[in-house]
């Protein structure tokens, strides 16, 4: 019980995919500036991730490797097409903005590597829910990413502006989000490591509760 | 290592002497506003540095207050009617994101007060590059009046400069008061020279590029003329002190410490020729730490090959002993 | 005396550095200064005949199709992907055994395909980059700048993984932070 909760929940949590495995950290670099940009890209990712693993669990296993991550790259570029019609309509401005980031996503780590190391080597059910975990991982990252940059970086919050004393611009370039996801990501490991050390303290107590 | 510790510190007290007068000169010329601001960076620093070193679960020892050291080095390279908050966000950033993250005074891989100047730099360029004329008091709570271009800036447009010998001495023209005053500079890296509290390879290898190049590609009307502009302006003497021949940073062999500050000097020189940028000698000290840190690994690497040919020397000539001992020890049996 | 300016315009243009293209692969890659070299070198060798095919992609896919431009560029890829391996097997057993990793990891990087979609949209906005020998010259750039970001972080790696650093900062953070600040100062350069 203890040990198929805490893998379901690890994409979110105990091994986030951008602030643990290091995954799709292009996009939060780069265009999570702000949170319209944010919100398109989580709906884009999550869309193309989604489909794209679940359509790809139906490949062969016994296929080379090299093929079977042709045919998922090939499957995600694929379901980008709807995807991108349908981001043009939603979100018209900010698919310029964000530029060659959107078609990225097709190809991110997520299909491309931990489908076949992670993903297709569980049962459908909780490969389902452990996508569902990881790809809300991403998103989870992105929008406190967007949210803190945009509020600091320009002084608005999803382009509403805020009584903002001083604007550090820089966080709103490149360099800006290496720094402040390699900020964010030793935070988070801080506190996860903090958090499993009361864990283990408390070992005893936790499987009690059967958590 | 009680030596090595003491040493430190003795840097550490040199390097203070030399900022407070800069500090002091500073103040002579824009009035208590300047000292506050000095005041305010200190302060934030040593909070920063405070906090940090708690998390990291480290005891804050007097080593630590390098960070005083590293905020007026900051302070002495803005305005003096600069905005105190960015001064504040500048003096944490340099140390929570350019040290301590990297694992403090024991692990240094950036310049502090570089990383802070740059910051500063991409954010708020046009805050940083306007400076109050000298002799322009700033009350503590007021905003700068009228501010102006800086020296440097019309040197690198125009190539030439009105300023008498005596106040580029002296430092009465428009820039980072901690720049401009270049008998006390001067004075400062005799001083820390001889008594080896920065890197003499370092400070030796930037200025003599920056005079070198000054002469042979020269940035003003004249050769002379441009080989002291060149060394006054844009912050070259003040980097070449505090920043590029910094001891936390800088190459710890002679050689190549001469070489680190010889290439990026010549670098920062034919960029700021090239491209007329202010102060980009700080900029690119921070670009070349790659360089730093590929010298200091090959310097370890060489320390590591000395250190096994002594091992084994000391193998060789205790089995040399022993082959001695046995042979005589045959020899009394017979 | 250009060669400054050149320099820092390479660095400016850098994918690592100013596009944080690849910047998982470069910090996997360079546990071990082996494996970050044959990385850098395969990723090379795929940005630029991705580059060079993605200039025959842009010119001959009519325009009623272009939403199906990156499934182009990743079928492409693939091939060169497929012809690498086929290249390294027939090259020798060990050879094929020990190089296949790169071309694994390298195939379907954010990086190559970054340079591939970034090259041909440069060649839609500016006309007088739309010819072949421009696609693969770009190509490679890219792929060089993956090797310089290479030599970037290789000079600082012992440090950043030092027992020094905080636990909790011990590589990669303290990596992204590291590659910030160059960032930063290459930013402050242009």
């Not at chain 1, 780069?30 to 139906?58: E, K, P, R």
């Not at chain 2, 502090?112 to 004329?133: D, G, H, R």
């Not at chain 2, 680190?260 to 700021?272: N, S």
């Amino acid at each position: 019980m203890k040990n198929r909760k805490t893998s379901v929940f690890d994409g979110l949590v105990g091994d986030n995919t951008v602030l643990s495995s290091l995954m799709v950290i292009s996009p939060v670099i780069m265009c999570g500036t702000d949170i319209s940009n944010a919100i398109a890209l989580i709906y884009a990712f999550s869309a193309i991730t989604f489909f794209s693993v679940i359509l790809g669990s139906f490949v062969p296993k016994k296929l080379p490797y090299a093929a079977k991550i042709i045919i998922y790259a090939v499957i995600a570029s694929l379901v980008y097409i709807p995807v991108r019609t349908a981001a043009g309509m939603f979100f018209p401005e900010v698919i310029g903005r964000v530029g060659i980031y959107f078609p990225l996503l097709a190809v991110n780590s997520l299909i491309i590597v931990q489908s076949e190391t992670k993903f297709y080597r569980m049962k459908r059910l909780p490969m389902i829910a452990s996508l569902v975990f990881y790809i809300l991982g991403f998103d989870a990252v992105m929008l406190i990413t967007a949210f803190i940059r945009e509020l600091l970086g320009s002084g608005t919050i999803n382009g509403r502006v805020v009584d903002a004393d001083t604007i550090i611009s820089g966080l709103g370039m490149p360099f800006g989000g290496f720094i402040f996801l390699g900020l964010f990501c030793g935070l988070y490991r801080a506190v996860r490591s903090a958090v499993r050390r009361e864990e283990n303290e408390g070992g005893g107590d936790s499987d009690v509760h059967g958590n | 290592m009680q030596t090595k510790i003491k040493s430190e510190r003795f840097i550490w007290i040199d390097i203070m002497i030399t900022l407070l007068t800069l500090e002091l000169m500073e103040y002579f010329y824009y009035g208590i506003r300047s000292v506050v601001l000095g005041c305010v960076c200190v302060g934030a620093s040593l909070a920063a540095e405070l906090i940090s070193l708690r998390l990291m679960k480290r005891k804050f020892t007097a080593d630590d207050l390098t960070c005083v050291s590293d905020a007026l080095i900051i302070a002495l390279m803005l305005p003096a009617a600069f905005d105190y908050k960015i001064a504040a966000i500048a003096c944490v950033f340099a140390v929570v994101a350019a040290k301590n993250v990297f694992g403090g005074r024991l692990n240094m891989i950036f310049s502090p007060a570089a990383a802070a100047y740059v910051f500063i730099y991409t954010s708020w360029k046009s805050l940083l590059l306007m400076y109050p004329e000298p002799h322009t008091h700033t009350g503590i709570f007021e905003k700068a009046g009228s501010l102006v271009s800086s020296a440097s800036h019309s040197f690198n447009i125009n190539g030439k400069l009105s300023i008498s010998d005596f106040e580029l001495l002296m430092g009465n023209f428009c820039g980072p008061p901690g720049a401009v005053s270049v008998l006390l500079l001067s004075v400062a890296a005799i001083v820390l020279l001889f008594r080896r509290s920065i890197s003499a390879g370092a400070f030796i290898g930037t200025v003599s590029a920056t005079a070198l190049l000054a002469y042979i590609v020269p940035a003003g009307v004249t050769k002379a003329g441009s080989v002291k502009y060149s060394i006054v302006m844009n912050m070259v003497l003040f980097a070449a002190i505090y920043i590029i021949a910094d001891r936390r940073v800088a190459p710890k062999r002679g050689y190549f410490a001469f070489f680190y500050g010889f290439f990026l000097a010549a670098f920062a020189y034919i960029y700021t020729l090239t491209s007329a940028k202010e102060n980009s000698i700080v900029l690119i000290s921070l670009v070349f730490t790659p360089a730093a840190l590929g010298f200091k690994n090959l310097e370890k690497h060489i320390e590591n090959i000395r250190a096994e040919e002594a091992a084994s020397e000391l193998l060789q000539a205790q089995e040399n002993a022993d082959d001695t001992v046995t042979e005589e020890a045959a020899a009394d049996e017979e | 005396m250009f060669m400054v300016i050149e320099f820092v315009v390479l660095l400016s243009s850098n994918l690592i550095l100013m596009q944080a293209l690849g910047t998982s692969t470069l910090f996997i890659a360079a546990g071990n200064k082996k494996n970050l070299l044959w990385t850098a070198i395969t990723i090379t060798i795929f940005t630029t005949l991705g580059s060079g095919a993605a200039y025959f992609i842009k010119n001959l896919l009519p325009s009623g199709i272009a939403d199906l431009t990156l499934l182009f560029y990743v079928l492409i890829i693939g091939i060169i992907y497929v012809l690498l391996l086929a290249a390294l097997y027939f090259a020798g057993g060990e050879t094929f055994k020990k190089a296949r990793k790169y071309v694994h990891l390298s195939a379907y990087n954010c990086a190559v395909m970054g340079t591939v979609i970034t090259v041909a949209g440069r060649a839609e906005t500016m006309p007088e980059y739309n010819h072949f020998m421009s696609f693969v010259s770009a190509g490679a750039e890219a792929g060089s700048g993956f090797i310089l970001a290479a030599f970037i972080l290789t000079a600082a790696y012992r440090k950043l993984n030092s027992s020094k650093v905080p636990a909790a900062f011990r590589g990669f953070p303290a990596m992204l932070i590291y590659l910030g600040l160059i960032s930063m100062a290459v930013y402050a350069l242009r």
